[in-house]
């Protein structure tokens, strides 16, 4: 069975600071990874995604991650935050069983962007 | 952009009372998944449609939990009779038939009292 650790429960920062949101994960076939945001009472966006090919994904707003197969980690940063990037993140994987697709979650990384 | 829409946002319930929440996926989406998230946790898959077939409810408690989706679009997850540990967000997602990639809704936030 899948699961997904996040090492961190929460990560303060100061504004413009680097950051590194930490996902470990465990599955014996091949996997699919999403990192999600999630803002106060709201429902979690896609933040990005590995699904194959390169192992550097990168989002949008400046986000990016790498897949690192061998170490089984899918680690988020952000070169310089912001203090809209205070959010609670998530990281997830899926694996296909059956025909449909499964996502694990990890229990979350809180960012909290001080100025 | 099409979403996924779900009601009520908000939910107040006593213990003992039945609760229902509802949820329409992005128009063409064949799956539908039931989530619910524990504050400070990440959420967990309740139950996973295939149109209107039941793919996946193992992790559904069936003695007070019960999901339809009774024409293959939208779906209402009830609860009854609520519990003080039913208080949690509950999320709605959909995908393609296949689909790799899970769109969610809002959520709605339901407090058992």
């Known amino acids: 069975a899948q699961s997904v650790t996040q090492l961190d429960s929460q990560v303060p920062v100061f504004e413009e600071a680097p950051v590194e949101l930490r996902c470990n994960y465990s599955s014996s076939v091949s996997v699919y990874l999403f990192w999600y945001v999630q803002y106060p009472n709201q429902g979690l966006q896609l933040l990005l995604k590995?699904?194959?090919?390169?192992?550097l994904v990168e989002s949008i707003n400046g986000f990016e991650a790498e897949f690192n197969k061998s170490q089984t980690s899918f680690h988020l940063r952000k070169p310089s935050v912001h203090i809209s990037d205070t959010a609670e993140y998530f990281c997830a994987v899926s694996t296909s069983q059956g025909g449909s697709e499964k996502l694990v979650f990890g229990k979350g990384t809180k960012l909290t962007v001080n100025p | 952009e099409a979403e996924v829409a779900q009601s009520p946002r908000y939910k107040i319930t006593e213990k003992s009372q039945a609760v229902a929440f509802w949820c329409d996926p992005i128009?063409?989406?064949?799956?539908l998944y039931w989530y619910r998230q524990i504050l400070g946790q990440g959420p967990e898959l309740l139950v996973q449609?295939?149109?209107?077939?039941?793919?996946?409810d193992s992790q559904l408690p069936k003695d007070r939990f019960s999901a339809e989706r009774l024409k293959g679009v939208d779906s209402t997850l009830k609860i009854q009779p609520a519990e003080l540990g039913d208080s949690a967000m509950y999320l709605c997602?959909?995908?393609?038939?296949?689909?790799?990639?899970?769109?969610f809704g809002p959520g709605t936030r339901l407090t058992v009292t």
């Open positions: 590995y699904l194959s090919g390169s192992t």
């Open positions: 997602a959909s995908s393609l038939a296949g689909g790799i990639e899970q769109y």
């Open positions: 128009s063409g989406h064949a799956t």
């Open positions: 449609f295939q149109d209107e077939s039941v793919v996946d």
